[in-house]
């Protein structure tokens, strides 16, 4: 089945050290996405990317990096310089066209003591 | 991209219609409305949207008033796994823009 595989569904990480979150969509997307989702709030963009090797900041950067070496991944880097990064992580992915839908992965949840 | 406005939470009964209103009183002409729902730590799922016709699919109805400042979505016979968090959502046309959510509002579907 085609989809959007995020994983771990879970991670604890240390205070200062950086973390890799997957994503990988086989849906053949040219879009990927990363939200950032507090209790209780909505989901606020992190970063996008509209083609390969290419990617835009969205409205909470800061503390974030990512990569888009191939169509069907886009891993995001929370570092530690991100001061409040335990959060619900989102990825998702849609076609390049005019208002076509995202959809989305199931999420990772990351807990930094 | 335009704000929306939806109440923060209701209920329904299950096997009735669920009507989940939304005010987008600053929509530009290009501007689509969609909707998403959220079930408790899962990832959003895609439900519908539309311009300025009303829309339909297997999951929901989508009626847009004539003015295009509010929307309704319309799930015809709500069950308990309808339970979620819905957003409305107001999206610029073309490949570069944003999908912004809001907080949504909590259904609640009791049996």
């Known amino acids: 089945d085609g989809g959007i595989t995020q994983s771990p569904k879970y991670l604890f990480r240390k205070e200062g050290q950086n973390v890799t979150l997957s994503c990988e969509q086989n849906l053949n997307h040219d879009a990927m996405y990363w939200y950032r989702q507090d209790p209780g709030q909505g989901l606020r963009l992190i970063y996008y990317?509209?083609?390969?090797?290419?990617?835009q900041k969205g409205d909470i950067a800061e503390g974030y990096s990512v990569s888009r070496e191939k169509k069907e991944s886009f891993p995001l880097t929370v570092t530690s310089a991100q001061k409040n990064p335990t959060a619900f992580y989102l990825c998702?992915?849609?076609?390049?066209?005019?208002?076509?839908?995202?959809?989305f992965g199931n999420g990772t949840r990351l807990t930094v003591t | 991209d335009a704000k929306t406005t939806q109440p923060t939470s209701m209920d329904c009964a299950e096997g009735r219609a669920a009507n989940l209103p939304c005010n987008h009183s600053?929509?530009?002409?290009?501007?689509?409305v969609y909707w998403y729902r959220q079930i408790h730590s899962q990832g959003p799922q895609y439900i519908i949207h539309g311009l300025k016709n009303n829309e339909t699919n297997e999951m929901a109805s989508l009626i847009i008033t004539e003015d295009r400042k509010s929307s309704t979505l319309i799930l015809p016979h709500a069950t308990l796994r309808d339970t979620a968090v819905y957003y409305c959502i107001v999206r610029a046309a073309g490949a570069n823009s944003k999908l912004t959510f809001g907080k949504g509002i909590t259904l609640s579907v009791r049996p």
């Open positions: 600053t929509i530009s002409g290009n501007e689509y």
């Open positions: 990317s509209q083609i390969v090797n290419d990617f």
């Open positions: 998702a992915s849609s076609y390049r066209g005019n208002n076509s839908p995202l959809h």
